[in-house]
């Protein structure tokens, strides 16, 4: 038998479980394929990104041995029916794809021997510990299961059973306004790499594509290896851990990351292990008292710990569990396109959308307040349709993939799972981005006012959404305060911003997206 192994433009990784235990000298196939890219109009940092790290980890490969094809293709199937012939193999084996969609592709494929696929090691959680202990809860809540993780790996746990500090969540600390009038309101500059010659090659592919693609390529400065992906880490650790916590929840203009550590990409392409950053950002916590400097506070570690270990692997594993309708559900049932604007930031003068946006095109990333406040919270209240908003997040950011857009977009932050994952709905009026974020001083329309020429969008359909679904929502226990407040509003307010909501729509619908 002569196994090869197919790595997958995700699974970038020597500890990957297909090709982890192949003897060195085996055949191994990477493909770049045109097909997938045509798929949707990517974010060309996102194309970029994956097909220079892989043909870095190809390099990798070669010089430690391995007998490596790296084959540019029109599609998969053609690429490893060649491989197969040439390198007479009898098993193809590859990792169990992250993505659903991608394992379907596999089992579609014809080929010519078999293909085996292996359990996922990318996450702490495998699918089936995941699934024996949502099947062991009432609910599936985050909490219970970031507490369960922080036990089961003994992270950040005294020999007692309690957690370190006497205190599971540190949540309240961190949702500081931006003071950017305190001088210590410093955010540290990102990490970026200069593209070398491989990445430029492969921006050259991607500037004369034949299909449509997103963003700009200008600025990209992704780490593109292992060891780069790792500097990004030892940079977080440096200079933007201790100031992690307090402004994770802040947004300031002409700043695209605070203090957020920018590892998605290199986490969800395999160049970094979930544990070792886990591992990285807890060591930080023991030693530097160690080595004569300050602790870093405990809501700083314990913030990070929790995003890695508690959000990402839970979002993982809700993608595990959910069942096959989940995609498609639509809880609020909201039909409204997706305003062209998302294509385009210069389409908006609405000044927190048109910050988050540009920045969206320049880097293909916004850190998660951004995503979920700003620009989900709108699709959501102005009642986008949730696969027209979940179809643009997965073009529009370079750390894209199905497993992460079904929980985050479609679960998180539209809601319409109907509250499988959040236990009320991610919806905020002007309020929440004027206290948050500067964007509003900039901005032509007034967060203070719900109708009028000038009135903000986010509050007529705010109080439209809350209005329009009363019903439901008076069936979630966390909105009885709101709903209150918007019973005892005017019958001719309500009717005036209902009136405005539809308006805004209508000047939208009669110019439909051109990407999507
Ligand atoms: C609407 C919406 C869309 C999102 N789209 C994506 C996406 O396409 N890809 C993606 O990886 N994350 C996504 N997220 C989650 C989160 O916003 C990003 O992981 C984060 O902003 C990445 O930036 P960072 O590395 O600087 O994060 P940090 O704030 O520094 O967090 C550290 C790490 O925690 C992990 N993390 C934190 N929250 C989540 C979460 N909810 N789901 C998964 N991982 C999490 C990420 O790996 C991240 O790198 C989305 C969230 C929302 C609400
Ligand atoms: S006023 Fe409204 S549209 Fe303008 S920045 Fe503030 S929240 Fe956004």
Not at 71 to 98: C, G, H, K, Y
Not at 193 to 210: A, G, H, M, R, W
């Amino acid at each position: 038998m002569k196994i090869g192994v197919w790595i997958l433009g995700d699974q970038l990784s020597l500890y990957g479980s297909a090709i982890a235990p192949l003897p060195v000298g085996s055949p191994v196939i990477l493909i770049e394929s045109l097909n997938h890219g045509r798929s949707r109009p990517y974010h060309q940092q996102k194309l970029i990104l994956v097909w220079s790290a892989m043909r870095h980890f190809a390099m990798e490969l070669k010089q430690r041995g391995y007998d490596v094809t790296y084959t540019e293709a029109e599609d998969f199937s053609t690429a490893l029916s060649n491989w197969i012939t040439i390198q007479q193999i009898t098993l193809v084996r590859v990792m169990t794809p992250t993505d659903k969609p991608f394992r379907s592709l596999i089992h579609s494929l014809q080929l010519s021997c078999p293909v085996e696929q292996v359990a996922n090691n990318q996450f702490l959680w495998s699918s089936e510990a995941f699934l024996q202990w949502a099947k062991s809860q009432k609910r599936v809540l985050m909490e219970n299961f970031y507490r369960e993780g922080r036990k089961r790996f003994q992270v950040l746990m005294q020999p007692d059973g309690q957690p370190i500090g006497n205190q599971w969540n540190f949540d309240k600390e961190n949702r500081k306004p931006p003071r950017k009038a305190d001088p210590n309101f410093n955010p540290p500059p990102p990490l970026w790499f200069p593209p070398d010659s491989i990445t430029q090659t492969v921006i050259e592919k991607v500037n004369t594509l034949d299909f449509p693609v997103y963003g700009d390529s200008q600025q990209f400065g992704w780490a593109v290896t292992r060891t780069q992906s790792l500097a990004v880490l030892e940079n977080f650790i440096e200079y933007r851990l201790k100031t992690f916590g307090p402004y994770e929840d802040a947004m300031v203009t002409g700043e695209d990351s605070l203090w957020h550590s920018l590892l998605s990409p290199y986490l969800n392409l395999g160049l970094l292990t979930p544990w070792e950053v886990v591992q990285r950002v807890e060591l930080e916590y023991h030693t530097r008292e160690t080595i004569g400097e300050h602790r870093i506070a405990l809501n700083n570690i314990e913030g990070m710990i929790r995003q890695v270990m508690g959000w990402r692997e839970y979002m993982r594993g809700i993608y595990e569990w959910s069942d096959p309708t989940y995609p498609n559900q639509n809880w609020f049932n909201h039909h409204h396109p997706l305003p062209p604007f998302f294509w385009d930031a210069t389409q908006t003068d609405m000044n927190c959308l048109h910050q988050c946006l540009q920045q969206t095109e320049r880097l293909g990333y916004a850190h998660h307040i951004q995503r979920l406040m700003v620009l989900s919270n709108f699709a959501l209240i102005a009642g986008i349709q949730p696969q027209a908003i979940e179809q643009w997040f997965h073009s529009a950011y370079v750390d894209a993939y199905d497993w992460v857009m079904q929980t985050n977009v479609i679960g998180m932050g539209q809601y319409a799972d109907g509250g499988v994952l959040a236990s009320k709905p991610y919806a905020a009026s002007a309020n929440y981005i004027n206290k948050m974020s500067d964007y509003c001083k900039a901005c032509p329309y007034d967060p203070k006012s719900r109708i009028g020429e000038t009135a903000c969008p986010f509050n007529f359909f705010y109080w439209d959404f809350l209005h329009r679904h009363r019903q439901k929502l008076s069936h979630q226990g966390r909105m009885g305060f709101i709903l209150k407040n918007l019973d005892q509003m005017d019958e001719a307010e309500l009717n005036g911003i209902r009136q405005q909501a539809i308006r805004w729509h209508q000047r939208y619908n009669s110019h439909p997206s051109t990407m999507a």
